[in-house]
């Protein structure tokens, strides 16, 4: 038994978030969420950037990082 020693397969989970461009995609797609949110009228900021951080805890986790 190996205790401590790490072994050479890459973590599934991980490797969506190291794939090229995934970074700059999930900034746009944070922002394009924002400013949509933002074009809804009669909403004030401090709810749209609420809104934002729900429906971002809600949704990407799910889409990026376990769907692999």
């Known amino acids: ?28 797609g944070i922002g394009l969420l924002h400013i949509i949110l933002l074009s809804i009228p009669f909403v004030s900021v401090p709810v749209v950037w609420t809104l934002t951080n729900l429906i971002h805890n809600l949704v990407f986790p799910d889409q990026f990082l376990y769907k692999v």
Do not use: D, Q
Request: hydrophobic share 40%; charged share 10%.
């Open 1 to 28: 038994m190996n205790v401590g020693t790490a072994h050479s397969e890459v973590n599934p989970n991980t490797r969506v978030m190291n794939s090229r461009g995934i970074w700059l995609s999930y900034v746009l």
